[in-house]
């Protein structure tokens, strides 16, 4: 089945500077590359969302691309803020309606 | 309503016991998820219904574990027997059917086995 991993595990930024957190994965049939926004007591929140045959996807300070095969997406966030201090989560699958194989999770602190 | 619900928030039970946890999706959204997190893990999938029918339940860890959607909505997840491995918070989602692979996840209900 699908691995995905997450490096690193926690991540320091001061605030105003960016954040790159990457993952990787196993399964070459995986096409939908999530990633989701998690903060204390709360459900995971979909921020950025990448298919497989799109190599970089942006959405105001967030950003993510997809390197098929090496196999790795990466999440770009820049001019980080507090308020993005969260763990974050990437995740794959392999399309519609099938279950996503979630990482460990990396928490990003942004020191104001 | 306007998001996923999951009641109770949260769940304190003894060894042994039965509890059954609810979730409510989003109006209209066919396709209904559950995950379970453990502290500082990503959530690990349990079940997928489409509809009524459970889609895929590879992820039951064993038959303590059973999820029902009877009239395609409201879902239960049931355990029997909890144990004390059982602890974890059980999260909810929900999304629209055909492809609209943004799921909308529920708060969750921290479970606690004693």
Redesign the interface.
């Known amino acids: 089945g699908e691995n995905v991993e997450q490096h690193p595990s926690t991540l320091s930024v001061q605030e105003g500077d960016s954040a790159v957190i990457k993952c990787t994965y196993s399964d070459s049939a995986s096409n939908y590359f999530p990633w989701y926004k998690q903060e204390l007591g709360k459900g995971p929140q979909l921020i950025i969302d990448i298919r497989s045959n799109v190599g970089e996807k942006k959405d105001q300070r967030i950003a993510v691309t997809l390197n098929k095969t090496a196999k790795h997406f990466s999440l770009h966030i820049t001019e980080t803020q507090p308020e993005d201090s969260a763990v974050y989560f990437c995740a794959a699958n392999r399309g519609a309606n099938s279950k996503l194989t979630f990482g460990k999770g990396i928490t990003l602190s942004v020191r104001p | 309503g306007a998001g996923?619900s999951q009641t109770p928030s949260n769940k304190v039970t003894e060894k042994g016991k039965y509890v059954e946890l609810r979730c409510d999706p989003i109006s209209g959204h066919t396709?209904l998820?559950w995950y379970r997190q453990s502290l500082?893990?990503?959530?690990?999938?349990l079940i997928?219904f489409?509809g009524t029918g459970a889609?895929?339940d590879?992820?039951l860890p064993n038959d303590r574990f059973f999820a029902v959607r009877p009239e395609g909505s409201v879902s239960t997840l049931k355990i029997q027997r909890t144990e004390r491995g059982d602890s974890a918070v059980y999260?909810c989602?929900s999304?629209s059917?055909?492809?609209?692979?943004?799921?909308?996840?529920?708060?969750?209900t921290r479970l606690t086995v004693v």
């Open positions: 996923v396709a998820y500082g893990q990503g959530p690990e999938f997928y489409q889609a895929d590879s992820g999260l989602a999304s059917s055909q492809g609209a692979l943004g799921y909308t996840f529920g708060s969750g």
